[in-house]
T-cell receptor
Framework: GAVVSQHPSRVICKSGTSVKIECRSL??????MFWYRQFPKQSLMLMAT?????????EQGVEKDKFLINHASLTLSTLTVTSAHPEDSSFYIC??????????????FGPGTRLTVT | RKEVEQDPGPFNVPEGATVAFNCTYS??????FFWYRQDCRKEPKLLMS???SGNEDGRFTAQLNRASQYISLLIRDSKLSDSATYLC???????????????FGQGTILTVHP
């Protein structure tokens, strides 16, 4: 099956710093990538949808200036958490659609990035 | 009202038991339906899609009732390895895109004990 990787798998940063998370589709081209956030004991919440070469679409309540998304190529999307605060500590998961798949509705999830802001 | 609601759980069952999870969704325009499995501190993995005709994959059976906006998952002959959180997931229309977006239920924790 299609593989999506994320880097780093976990990161600890100080309050006020910025953190960049990378999401890569390893063996397929992803026209659309999704970024989710999951707080402890809660489900995944979609933050934004990014399409290659265009601006991301953010869900209601998600600050686009705080969570910067760049989808510069068909295999890479990045999420930058700017001026991180402890309340941003969460599990961030990306997902991608396979542009060429016969089942183009299937999403493949990355392994997630656990962010802790101290 | 949440878009996707699941049994609160948790479920604690012995090996070999049959367990059923229920889920309801609020958007009647929902397009696709899934059950995902998520292990602790890992990403969700697709368990199975759910079709109106009902579908079975080994010990797992999923049912969809569009009229009632209700989805179920039945696990027979539970194994220790079935212990996980089970997520009911619905693909709903979104923002003029043909694809829409996935909306996740809060999950139901299953623990299978010896």
């Amino acid at each position: 099956g299609a593989v999506v990787s994320q880097h780093p798998s976990r990161v600890i940063c100080k309050s006020g710093t910025s953190v960049k998370i990378e999401c890569r589709s390893l063996d397929f081209q992803a026209t659309t990538m999704f970024w989710y956030r999951q707080f402890p004991k809660q489900s995944l919440m979609l933050m934004a949808t990014s399409n290659e070469g265009s601006k991301a679409t953010y869900e209601q309540g998600v600050e686009k200036d705080k969570f910067l998304i760049n989808h510069a190529s068909l295999t890479l999307s990045t999420l930058t958490v700017t001026s991180a605060h402890p309340e941003d500590s969460s599990f961030y998961i990306c997902s991608a659609r396979d542009f060429d798949s016969t089942n183009s509705y299937e999403q493949y999830f990355g392994p997630g990035t656990r962010l802790t802001v101290t | 009202r949440k878009e996707v609601e699941q049994d609160p759980g948790p479920f604690n069952v012995p090996e070999g038991a049959t367990v059923a999870f229920n889920c309801t969704y609020s958007n009647s325009a929902s397009q696709s339906f899934f059950w995902y499995r998520q292990d602790c501190r890992k990403e969700p993995k697709l368990l199975m899609s759910v079709y109106s005709s009902g579908n079975e994959d080994g010990r797992f059976t999923a049912q969809l009732n569009r009229a009632s906006q209700y989805i179920s998952l039945l696990i027979r002959d539970s194994k220790l390895s079935d212990s996980a959180t089970y997520l009911c997931v619905v693909r709903v229309p979104a923002g003029g895109t043909s694809y829409g977006k996935l909306t996740f239920g809060q999950g139901t924790i299953l623990t299978v004990h010896p």
